[in-house]
């Protein structure tokens, strides 16, 4: 089927020999007619099994991807500058394996286009995969370096909120400290000066507005310090038996005087039972107080929070229910998002850290539990929160 270069005319051998095809190269002399007259030994490689004849054949039916440039390569074998290529045709060899192939004809001798051309097959396999591996890495360079330049924002994102969030907390710290320092001064001065005609009921009044400002700054601590937690990896809980019951009551008894003093009704629907379930009594002290602070928050005058406690087979199903404000729907579902504030809560007069609804959250899950809100803008919000209870063994 394949000759060597010594059946060749001198001709071809001397132009073969002045093209320098060297042995990696498979070649093959393709006559005026575009007829293969020649081929190196390791030229069917690239072919089909059942290529019967190679010398004789016509160049397009062996490789089809010449079809149509016939004009082109005739007009080559009178210029001794071009010649035609074509890179990277990708081929399965005779064992199947995937080659990408560097096709090129060339005129032999301008002075004699009689001889023909010759036709190079270079396998460019090793090179192509370098390439494509080399493409694959680039491509998740960029991947890595859009994801890198994306959390690069979203950091520089939460240091900003961050930023806002301490000068917030530092405002939110100052606020009651403010009106604790002026009820402090209220009572020191009525005990100095006329301490026989005190009126106990405006002395008691004072000194509960300086507790429920207390409690307010305890929340606002607590968040800080929860917060610092999260963010470190470092919360942690010191799981009981709790009887959830009696801690709603406790704490229901303790926001009493927070809701009277923003003229809110605070009631609460206790179960009919101890309600236990494994948990982190000041925790769960925490998202309560933050849940029902909030009802009383962002509520008007006049305005109801009511919590209540039942539960199911396997849960403790507590629900904090105001009509306050209410949150618009396309809202909602940031509202558990670290330093979020809905944008009517960022325009009106009360203030907060968008904190205490992460924290909530990230402790309600860190007790195995779920929470979910429902809202109406204007109509008021219910936060449902499920936790699972200590199971009798
Ligand atoms: P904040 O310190 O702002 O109160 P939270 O994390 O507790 O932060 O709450 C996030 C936001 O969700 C609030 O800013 C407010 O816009 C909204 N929100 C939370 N609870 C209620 C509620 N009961 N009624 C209406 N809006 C609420």
Not at 340 to 347: C, G, H, I, L
Request: hydrophobic residues 40%; contains cysteine.
């Amino acid at each position: 089927m394949t000759s060597t270069s010594s059946d060749l005319p001198a001709a071809l051998q001397e132009a073969i020999t002045r093209r320098h095809v060297h042995d990696g190269t498979a070649h093959a002399i393709v006559s005026t007619e575009l007829k293969i007259i020649h081929c190196s030994a390791d030229f069917g490689r690239f072919l089909p099994e059942n290529t019967a004849q190679i010398e004789g054949s016509l160049l397009t039916s062996l490789f089809a991807e010449f079809i149509g440039s016939e004009p082109y390569l005739r007009a080559l074998l009178h210029n001794p500058d071009e010649h035609y290529a074509i890179k990277r045709v990708n081929r399965t060899a005779r064992d199947d394996s995937v080659h990408y192939l560097d096709l090129e004809l060339t005129g032999f001798d301008p002075q004699r286009p009689e001889l023909g051309w010759l036709f190079t097959i270079r396998d460019t396999t090793e090179v192509g995969r370098l390439e494509q591996s080399l493409i694959q890495e680039r491509n998740q360079l960029r991947l890595a370096r859009r994801e890198l330049a994306l959390v690069n924002r979203e950091l520089s994102r939460l240091d900003q909120l961050k930023t806002i969030f301490l000068s917030m907390a530092a405002h939110d710290i100052r606020a009651p400290l403010t009106v604790i320092r002026g009820y402090v001064e209220i009572l020191t001065s009525m005990a100095e000066i006329n301490p026989v005609d005190i009126d106990f009921d405006e002395f008691a009044a004072f000194l509960n507005t300086i507790r429920v400002q207390t409690d307010w700054l305890d929340n606002i601590i607590n968040n800080i310090l929860g917060l610092d937690q999260i963010e470190n990896d470092q919360l942690v809980l010191h799981i009981v038996p709790c009887d959830l019951n009696s801690i709603i009551m406790d704490m229901c008894d303790m926001m009493q005087a927070t809701a009277k003093l923003n003229q809110r009704t605070l009631t609460c629907s206790p179960a009919d039972h101890s309600v236990i379930i494994p948990g982190d009594h000041q925790r769960l002290q925490q998202i309560l107080q933050n849940v029902i602070g909030n009802g009383i928050k962002y509520n008007q005058t006049g305005g109801k929070v009511h919590i209540s406690l039942s539960t199911s087979p396997e849960f403790a199903i507590l629900t904090v229910t105001d009509n306050g404000v209410g949150i618009a729907q396309d809202q909602l579902p940031h509202i558990f998002e670290l330093y979020y504030r809905t944008e009517s809560a960022q325009k009106s007069q009360v203030r907060g850290t968008g904190l205490g609804l992460f924290i909530v959250k990230t402790l309600v899950e860190a007790h195995k539990g779920t929470i979910e809100v429902k809202s109406t803008i204007k109509s008021g919000t219910t936060f449902t929160i499920c936790l699972p209870l200590l199971l009798k063994k």
